[in-house]
Structures are given as structure tokens and as C-alpha cells.
């Protein structure tokens, strides 16, 4: 298992209650304008320039050594910045500094942290700015397509995730909401994980860039050697599905063969103490070839189906097509939030929760499964969320 970095101290409100004291005011602001900036409504400039010495602050310079095939995002930006740079220049900035005055995907090569500079000869490194070149129409996305209509709210899936992870009983990575709502029979689930989205404000938070997007498939995943806890990813996900490792893993991640993804970045399992954790699409079933997920697999009324969104020909759009089809051309189908501008890569078939819609008890406790249902609200769990993704953010 790898050993988790302690170069860089956590943030001091981590160390203590983490309850009024002002940096929390400021990660809750920081977190709104995460969200403005994915909903168009701030740009990333402006964002990355209001927080600069506030993050430096905080965190000061991130000196470990840059993580091994890093990627970066070849999103166009909205820089206005110098397009060249000295990357020793850049590594005197440190890493922290770096992500919150440029953001992440701003740097065309990995100079993220403070490497030493001998041999460098001042070469430039190219900033991707106003003239970068668009990103390819057709990236691979991976995503669901979640039929709720057949799901039976059974929690197969919850248990297999929970379990193949080894995470703690009340660390749920997929969670089914059972709920009633106006003018509509019982039962009625919702299938909550993270979205992978195409426009993850988690990402542009993330003062170490632990929190990325990986280009190969679009999995939104979490280096748990770079990440120090500061849970801003928590704050501003609009989902709440991200889990703060308070303890200690008392379990080993014995179903996955290594815990390291094809990068060599340690994204797979439950995260080490003080780390995020959170849904992350079984990377290491990417990455060796089976393209399949636990939580799928499990499922005995075929629920979840995983693939390429962005490929009409994959599996999950197949099954989408057939449904529509199926139903004439009226299937109701919907995604979460949608209208925040994050692009989640879920897709749900059945009809959208309203603001009226309550959590009730399912047909199955997750007592049942030995699975603990209520966690602390610090951990994103079910009522936050619940409150927060029903009604389609309107």
C-alpha cells in the first residue's frame, strides 16, 4: 500500500474544531464562487485572482515533488496571463500558489510544486491561454445511465461498494433515497454517487490539485498522496458526496490488486487518514480492461449501466435509445443540478424528484446490510444532499 506523504501540514482549522472560526466563512465563500464560475456566471480568472493570497495564506508553498504523469486539462482558459513563463519562476510561485492564481487548467505541463530548478537553464513552459486550441469534440466521458424506474431500492449496490472498497460502515459511495412525493405511487428511489462532472467545481477548488479530472476517461478522482484534508471539495460540491476519512482504515483494500491507476497515482480504495474520499468509478476496472463497476455487476434488476456518454454507440445510450423507443417518446429522463452548469455524467430514467419529495424508510434498512445509515453532517451524507439535489436546483 503506499505510505501517505506528510510533507505539507494540514490547514490549522483541521487541527481544531473546525467550527466558526473565520477560514471556514472563507472556504463557504470560496465554495459559492466555485459554483458561479461553472455556471458561467464568474470566470476563472476573476475566481483564481479574488482567492490568490488567501490560499497562499492558508496553505502556503506545496514543495513535493510533482506526481508522475499528471494531467492536464486541455481546456481552453480565460487567461489573461503572460503565455510564457520561466518554469523557474513558476517554481518559486509553489504549487498552492500556483493552482490559485492560474487554476489547474491553466498549466500545459507539470510544474505543480517546487521541484529543484538545477538544470532548468530557464526554459519556458507554455501557459494555455485565449489562443489554446479547443478541446476534441467527442473526449471520452464515462457515466451512467440509471434506470430508476426498475431500481427496487434492495442496496446491493451500496453494500458492494461499500464493502469491495473497505471503507468504514457509514462511508457510502453509492446511496439509494427511498421518498414520496406529490401525485405519485410508492416506492420511489434515487440512486445518489458523484457525478463525474464534466465541469467539477471540486476541481477548481482544490489547493493541491489532489482533486483532478483524468483525461483518459473523464473520471473525477482524488490523489490521496497529495490531498491534506482541507475539504473544500466537501463545501462545494452541490452533490454532497464527498466522505472526510476521520480515522484511521481499520481494513485493508484487499479486492484491489494494486491501489495505484495506470498513472501511477494512488486514486483507488479507501483514502488514508485525513483524506477525502468518494465515488470513483472503479479506475482500476478501467484501467485493466474489464470497463465494468462493482455496484453494476451486483445489481439484480440492471439499474446501472456504465459506459462512454459521449459515444451514442456505447452501452448505457443503447439502452437509453431502447427505452425511449420502447415508450414512444415519452421517458422522462433527467439529470441532477443540471441547470449549475456542472455537467454530470449521470443520467437518470424516471421522473425528477420535486421540492415536495421526503425521504422515507426503504423496503430494506441499510441496518440489514450492517451498513450505518445517519453519519455527521460535516460528511456530506444523505439530509444535506437530499435537500440540495432534490427539486433539479430550480
Known amino acids: 500500500m503506499p505510505e501517505k506523504d506528510k510533507s505539507l501540514n494540514q490547514p490549522d482549522f483541521l487541527k481544531e474544531s473546525a467550527g466558526t472560526e473565520p477560514m471556514s466563512d472563507l472556504r463557504n465563500q470560496i465554495a459559492k464562487d466555485a459554483r458561479k464560475v461553472v ?9 483564481y485572482q479574488k482567492y490568490h493570497q488567501a490560499y497562499l495564506k ?10 508522475p504523469n499528471e494531467d492536464i486539462d486541455s481546456t481552453p482558459s480565460e487567461s489573461s496571463f503572460a503565455k510564457h513563463m520561466s518554469r523557474r519562476t513558476l517554481l518559486k510561485l509553489g504549487g498552492a500558489a500556483l493552482a490559485s492564481l492560474l487554476g489547474a487548467r ?41 434506470d430508476l424506474e426498475a431500481c427496487d431500492g434492495c442496496l446491493s449496490c451500496v453494500y458492494a461498494c461499500q464493502s469491495h472498497n473497505f471503507n ?44 483532478h479530472k483524468r483525461d483518459i476517461d473523464g473520471l473525477v478522482l482524488t490523489d490521496y498522496n497529495l490531498c491534506i484534508g482541507c475539504r473544500y471539495c466537501l463545501v462545494t460540491c452541490p452533490y454532497g458526496v464527498n466522505y472526510f476519512q476521520w480515522g484511521k482504515p481499520d481494513k485493508k483494500n484487499l479486492y484491489h490488486e494494486k491501489l495505484t491507476d495506470y498513472r501511477g497515482r494512488w486514486v483507488i480504495g479507501n ?34 449501466h456504465f459506459g462512454d456518454i459521449n459515444d451514442p454507440n456505447s452501452e448505457p445510450l443503447r439502452y437509453l435509445e431502447k427505452r425511449k423507443k420502447d415508450a414512444g417518446g415519452t421517458l422522462s429522463v433527467f439529470r441532477l443540478l443540471e441547470s449549475q452548469g456542472t455537467k454530470p455524467s449521470v443520467i437518470f430514467i424516471g421522473q425528477q424528484p420535486t421540492r ?9 434498512s441499510y441496518a ?7 453519519r455527521l453532517d460535516e460528511l456530506g451524507g444523505p ?9 433539479g436546483g430550480q
Open 106 to 146: 491553466w498549466l500545459s505541463g507539470s510544474a505543480f510544486g517546487a521541484e529543484a530548478a538545477t538544470g532548468d537553464k530557464d526554459s519556458s513552459l507554455l501557459l494555455k491561454g485565449d489562443d489554446a486550441q479547443p478541446p476534441p469534440t467527442k473526449r471520452v466521458q464515462m457515466g451512467w445511465v440509471v
Open 383 to 391: 439530509r444535506p444532499w437530499f435537500s440540495r439535489a432534490f427539486g
Open 368 to 374: 440489514a446490510w450492517g451498513l450505518v445509515e445517519k
Open 356 to 364: 415536495e419529495a421526503v425521504q422515507v424508510d426503504g423496503p430494506v
Open 58 to 67: 492558508e496553505f502556503g508553498v506545496d514543495e513535493r515533488p510533482i506526481p
Open 168 to 211: 468504514p460502515a457509514g462511508v457510502l459511495w453509492i446511496y439509494v433515497i427511498a421518498f414520496k412525493d406529490i401525485n405519485r405511487d410508492e416506492p420511489n428511489f434515487l440512486v445518489r454517487t458523484c457525478q463525474h462532472c464534466g465541469n467539477p467545481p471540486c476541481v477548481k477548488v482544490c489547493p493541491v490539485r489532489a482533486r
Open 39 to 47: 455556471a458561467g456566471e464568474l470566470s476563472e480568472a476573476e475566481f
Open 271 to 304: 483514502p488514508p487518514l485525513g483524506c477525502m474520499g468518494k465515488c470513483t468509478f472503479c479506475p482500476d476496472r478501467q484501467d485493466d480492461g474489464r470497463k465494468n463497476m462493482v455496484c453494476a455487476l451486483v445489481c439484480p434488476k440492471n439499474v446501472i
